[in-house]
């Protein structure tokens, strides 16, 4: 997937704790997404990175918040899980050579 | 607030037979439009996608038609085959000075019967 690693790959975590999903990525991309999908409601952007320390928020950012320290990385942090954010989440990077996004294989989040 | 409307939610076609996916939009800021393909347990990949100076653009057996004064643009599988079956979402990007976003439809489960 275009040198995209997301990790880890599935989770199960009780509620009201922290989490931290991980998005590396090898090809030195300047822009990375955080989207969330759940059934009727297809891809929501929840951040974005449009360089290093540079981030915005997207549609469903409240109980999120991410971090991106050096290219390769980019962090979503669920600071206390709540079940509503029980989904699988999706990182992507916007492709240099055309207007399409390359996207991770999904981090499944589980919130009991 | 669900900016780019998509139908139908789920669709089952014969092998061989025209798959139809339609979606709507309001934004007339965005400036390409996408089609995505998911199969279980991967993430979406990029399918086929337009920009909005064009009416149609095909890729094999995939099409899509843009109507710009509707404000619509939908996807045509032809001769529609079991492999065919996934996840299809429309998605639409638009420009900002932190660059650009992509806004997703809700999605469609596409299912081919051999």
């Not at chain 1, 931290?20 to 297809?42: A, F, I, K, V």
């Not at chain 1, 409240?62 to 290219?71: E, L």
């Not at chain 2, 279980?40 to 890729?59: N, Q």
């Not at chain 2, 995939?62 to 492999?83: E, R, V, Y």
């Amino acid at each position: 997937d275009a040198g995209i690693t997301q990790s880890p790959r599935h989770k199960v975590t009780e509620t009201g704790t922290p989490v931290t999903l991980r998005c590396h990525q090898t090809e030195n991309h300047r822009y990375m997404y955080w989207y969330r999908q759940d059934p009727g409601h297809g891809l929501r952007l929840i951040h974005y990175s449009y360089g290093v320390k540079d981030t915005d928020k997207g549609e469903v950012s409240d109980g999120y918040s991410v971090s991106r320290s050096k290219t390769e990385d980019f962090l979503l942090t669920l600071e206390s899980a709540t079940s509503s954010q029980t989904s699988v989440y999706f990182c992507a990077i916007r492709n240099r050579d055309s207007y399409g996004y390359t996207f991770g294989s999904g981090t499944r989040l589980t919130v009991v | 607030q669900q900016q780019v409307k998509q139908s139908p939610q789920s669709l089952i076609v014969q092998k061989g037979g025209i798959s139809i996916i339609n979606c709507a939009y309001e934004n007339t800021a965005f400036d390409y439009f996408p089609w995505y393909q998911q199969f279980p347990g991967k993430g979406p990949a990029l399918l086929i996608a337009i920009r909005p100076d064009v009416s149609e653009k095909k890729e094999g057996r995939f099409t899509i038609s843009f109507n710009k004064s509707a404000k619509q643009f939908s996807l045509h599988i032809m001769d529609s085959q079991p492999g065919d079956s996934a996840t299809y979402f429309c998605a639409a990007r638009i420009q900002q000075t932190s660059g650009s976003r992509l806004t997703f439809g809700e999605g469609t489960q596409l299912t081919v019967n051999p």
